[in-house]
């Protein structure tokens, strides 16, 4: 078991083109979240899910925003229409029990 | 609404000194409380965590204090260490299948 990752671990893109992220979580880990840190920041949360099905979505998540966790193993985050403020590192987290084990992340700039 | 809020935003400490990091919360409905560790370029670690049914958890050189009453936890660094400078991120969770909530950091750093 190698831990959380994500894929990729730096996006550059331009404004209004779409991006999406992955993240593998620890195996047979059932939960998992995603969060949004911004430069001198804590995480915040964004959504989570339990399996396959996404149990909640902070008000941050704006409809350009999806995440989907097709068949309870990694998940994806897509942002369509990119805007400069949605540049920030995007991170995931894994859980089976208690604690949640975080990925390195992916740092995406819109120009 | 911030809903942890930590203090101070740095921290310069002299190597073997003791480095205190504070925060508190709002909402009473919160009983997990996690201390991550980040370093440049990485997702933060789980240091150390509590629950509020005790006063104090030890780890090794970390030490958290928490006061259920005032609604006020901290991170007591002993014998800080150069390795030890990274930002420090409190939160708040309220069960273990929840959401967490960070505070909003502390960068330190440790003077040889």
């Known amino acids: 078991d190698t831990g959380v990752s994500q894929n990729p671990r730096h996006k550059i893109t331009k404004r209004g083109q779409n991006v999406t992220f992955r993240c593998d979580p620890i195996?047979?880990?059932?939960?998992l979240y995603w969060y949004r840190q911004t430069l001198g920041q804590g995480p915040e949360f964004l959504t989570y899910?339990?399996?396959?099905?996404?149990?909640?979505k902070s008000r941050l998540l704006s409809d350009r925003f999806s995440a989907e966790r097709p068949k309870g193993s990694f998940s994806t985050l897509e942002i369509q229409r990119t805007e400069q403020g949605d540049s920030a590192m995007y991170l995931c987290?894994?859980?089976?029990?208690?604690?949640?084990?975080f990925g390195p992340g992916t740092r995406l700039l819109v120009l | 609404q911030q809903q942890v809020k930590q203090s101070p935003q740095s921290l310069i400490v002299q190597k073997g000194g003791i480095s205190i990091i504070n925060c508190a919360y709002e909402?009473?409905?919160?009983?997990?409380f996690p201390w991550y560790q980040q370093f440049p370029g990485k997702g933060p670690a789980l240091l150390i965590a509590?629950?509020?049914?005790?006063s104090e958890k030890k780890e090794g050189r970390f030490t958290i204090s928490f006061n259920k009453s005032a609604k006020q936890f901290s991170l007591h660094i002993m014998d800080s260490q150069p390795g030890d400078s990274a930002t420090y991120f409190c939160?708040?969770?309220?069960?273990?299948?929840?959401?967490?909530?960070f505070g909003s950091g502390t960068r330190l750093s440790i003077r040889p």
């Open positions: 909402n009473t409905a919160f009983d997990y």
């Open positions: 899910f339990q399996n396959e099905a996404q149990l909640e």
């Open positions: 939160a708040a969770g309220g069960g273990s299948a929840s959401k967490i909530i």
């Open positions: 509590i629950r509020p049914d005790v």
């Open positions: 195996s047979e880990h059932n939960r």
């Open positions: 987290a894994s859980t089976g029990a208690e604690t949640q084990y």
